[in-house]
């Protein structure tokens, strides 16, 4: 899977992979009455994959288009007008509040060799007391993930004397 945007994934596509989240709906106070909070998440080169002919205002459009198609497809009734606040967090902005390597939030990469098993081990091979735990080490990204990235690291400091 290339992400959209990318040199390698060429034109963008009609369709996209994204997540939605909308706490408003198990939770009123997330939104004014009679409206919704709605957040949709969708992964785009990072600034180290974005293609030369591409920038992030265009994939903002592209975006926010095809996400809202989806969504209407799936039946929800919902379009441009329905945004009252919109906020997006290209990758510099991940990069410059995280210092996340080209605002590469999602990890250093989702191709094979970074998929599960393949992902850099939380225990440095080559330097005593090194660990490492995130969204580009075993097991993976997601808050799930991580925090159990962060209990296997934890449990390896104590097993191996240092905490």
Same mark, same amino acid.
């Given at each position: ?47 180290? @994959?974005?293609?030369?002919?591409? %920038? ?6 592209? /975006?926010?288009?095809? #996400? =809202?198609?989806?969504? &209407? ?54 330097? @005593?007391?090194?660990?490492?735990? %995130? ?6 990204? /997601?808050?799930?993930? #991580? =925090?159990?990235?962060? &209990? ?12």
């Amino acid at each position: 899977w290339e992400r959209p945007g990318s040199a390698a994934a060429g034109e963008l596509p009609r369709a996209c992979n994204f997540y939605v989240h909308v706490p408003s709906k198990t939770d009123a106070t997330a939104a004014p009455a009679g409206g919704h909070s709605v957040m949709a998440l969708l992964p785009v080169a990072n600034a180290g @994959e974005l293609a030369p002919n591409r %920038g992030y205002d265009e994939l903002v459009s592209w /975006g926010r288009d095809a #996400v =809202l198609a989806q969504m &209407r497809a799936a039946g929800v009734d919902i379009g441009p007008e329905s945004i009252v606040c919109e906020e997006v967090t290209p990758p510099r902005a991940w990069e410059a509040a995280y210092n996340l390597q080209n605002g590469a939030a999602f990890g250093l990469s989702h191709g094979l060799g970074q998929l599960g098993w393949f992902r850099p081990r939380n225990k440095d091979d080559r330097v @005593e007391g090194l660990y490492y735990v %995130g969204a580009s080490t075993h097991p993976g990204n /997601g808050v799930p993930l #991580v =925090l159990t990235g962060a &209990r296997l690291v934890a449990e390896r400091i104590a097993e191996d004397g240092w905490g």
